[in-house]
């Protein structure tokens, strides 16, 4: 069956830095798009950024983009997200899912997905 276990998470303080990691099984790994996604409590799910399978394009939010770096390993069947200079409204639950790019955006509409793992602010 298709998992996602997403790791990574933690406390951090504003302008601090996490890798989250998101191992993936029960698919073709390096035949799908990854792309990570943040929920907070009362709003829906967001997509963050993606990665393409076949060239390794990568999109992001603004709100990402020069702080965020995705990757993905495929001998790992893994997807990362690099996040530095982290801001309070960085803070949520962050998910990774497959089929995640929707032309240059990133598609929130995943077939599976995993518990999740939390980003939390500190002061």
Known sequence: EV????????????GGSLRLS??????VFDDYAIGWFRQTPGKAREGISCISTFDSRTYYTDSAKGRFTISRDSAKKTAYLQMNA?????????FCARRACL??????????????TLVTGSS
Request: hydrophobic share 25%; proline share 5%; aromatic share 10%.
């Open 3 to 14: 998992q996602f276990v997403e790791s990574g998470g933690g406390l951090v303080p504003a």
């Open 22 to 27: 998101c191992e993936a099984s029960g698919f």
């Open 86 to 94: 982290l801001k309070p409204e960085d803070a949520g639950n962050y």
């Open 103 to 116: 032309g240059s955006t990133v598609d929130n509409t995943g077939d599976h997905w995993g518990q999740g």
